[in-house]
């Protein structure tokens, strides 16, 4: 059993708003186990015991695909709907034409609920995306000097979540967890200096700088590119773990807050057989949330 296990087990199943739904799952996981695909969108059939979910793609197909041979068992069939424009699910769910969405975190669920009034909410967490802090230079945080040049991205959504990170790492203090910009920044005292560039550089930018701040899967793809010798679990100076507030949660509509399925769904996302799932195929990429 992995520490992560060990430390999940201790503190139990954190789950936020477990309620019952119906979701119609659209995934491109294949058929097999009662789910449907279609990536297109457009042909997409419901049925009293189909669960319709939009999706953006990796690696939230691939926990929907586990989950829907459980849910099979069941007698309800998943089918996910693959959608590359964030915005465009949200709105699909929030017009209710699917019944859930899964690929979004919830400060990013929270702040479209916020700007569009839309009625949306969260059934509960499934997996965290990390974002760690990595250097070549710095053996530990502590070793981080004055005045140090810290690498960051530069989309609100993953500076935020940057942001976050270095705060939970002790190395600054934020106005608040909404902070999406350096001017959010409440205390740096060892004046660090930021550097925002885009995300898919920034492990090429750890040469330049004292330290970066990305996501495991980012790590890891420039690994595979040869651009860092870095190991993206062991190699992090910092990593968020399952409690982050960034958590990759299952959302609906209000108006499918009593249906039995969605709580048999979330069941399923959530389970001990999906926590041995996500953390033996995903290289902590993602890690369970609950």
């Not at 701040?213 to 793809?221: E, P």
Request: overall charge negative.
């Amino acid at each position: 059993m992995t520490k992560l296990s060990q430390m999940t087990k201790k503190r139990g199943k954190l789950t936020t708003f477990v309620l019952g739904c119906i979701i119609f799952f659209v995934t491109g996981c294949g058929s097999s186990g009662g789910g449907e695909v279609d990536s297109s969108g457009e042909n997409v059939v419901r049925s009293e015991s189909s669960l319709v979910v939009a999706t953006t793609g990796f690696p939230y197909e691939e926990i929907l695909g586990m989950a829907a041979e459980s849910l099979a068992k069941k007698d309800i069939t998943l089918v996910v709907e693959r959608i590359e424009d964030p915005t465009q699910i949200y709105d699909k769910l929030a017009a209710k034409e699917v019944d859930a969405a899964f690929f979004q975190n919830a400060q990013s669920l929270e702040n479209y609920v916020l700007y569009s009034a839309a009625p949306l909410m969260p059934v509960g967490r499934v997996i965290v995306k990390p974002a760690g802090i990595y250097s070549d230079k710095a053996v530990n945080l502590d070793d981080m000097p004055e005045g140090a040049t810290i690498a960051i991205p530069n989309s609100e959504a993953e500076r935020a979540k940057a942001l976050y990170a270095l705060s939970e790492a002790g190395l600054i203090s934020l106005a608040s967890n909404r902070a999406v910009t350096i001017e959010d920044i409440a205390s740096n005292t060892k004046k660090f200096q930021f550097l925002e560039v885009d995300e898919a550089s920034l492990p090429v930018t750890m040469s330049e700088v004292d330290a970066i701040v990305t996501s495991v899967s980012q790590m890891y793809d420039a690994l595979n590119a040869m651009q860092t010798n870095i190991d993206p679990k062991t190699g992090a100076l910092y990593m968020e773990d399952w409690e982050s507030i960034y958590a990759d949660v299952i959302a609906i509509h209000y108006d499918n807050a009593e249906n039995l399925k969605i709580r048999e769904l979330y069941e399923a996302c959530s389970s001990e057989a999906a926590r041995r799932f996500i953390e033996e195929n995903f290289q902590y990429i993602a890690i369970p949330a609950f």
